[in-house]
């Protein structure tokens, strides 16, 4: 919630809207899919004073297809948005995301299909101090 409140107050995502890239790459979550957690996540997304202007899962196996169209029948019932699947491997997603005009070097993914997350947390430290 903390990064809806700081995108929210921005006036160029006001005005442009959100783009939201899902980066799935390497199987099945240990905890499994929480089909409630998906209905859930949609409402809230309509709920936030922001409007998500497209949507992007990026995946790597057939699972996960099925998974991410079911996903999108339940989120398009509350959102209009772009939504398109982006499948392959890290370079065919890299080169994918990039012809739809996302740089890969914007998002915080190794060429191993490693998350960084360490920038993400230190920005969300900083923020709790201010």
Not at 47 to 65: E, G, H, L, M, N
Not at 108 to 125: G, R, Y
Request: charged share 25%; aromatic share 10%.
């Amino acid at each position: 919630m903390v990064v809806m409140n700081v995108i929210s107050a921005s006036e160029d995502v006001q005005k442009l809207g959100v783009v939201n890239v899902v980066y799935n790459l390497g199987g099945m979550p240990r905890s499994g899919i929480d089909y409630e957690k998906s209905r859930r996540l949609a409402k809230l997304f309509k709920a936030i004073p922001v409007r998500f202007c497209s949507f992007y899962p990026c995946i790597d196996t057939k699972f996960w297809t099925i998974v991410v169209e079911t996903f999108s029948v339940i989120i398009n019932r509350f959102l209009l948005m772009r939504f398109r699947i982006i499948e392959g491997d890290h370079e065919e997603v890299m080169l994918k995301l990039k012809a739809v005009g996302i740089p890969s070097e914007v998002l915080p993914v190794t060429d191993e299909s490693k998350l960084l997350v360490d920038d993400h947390l230190k920005w969300l430290a900083r923020l709790k101090m201010a």
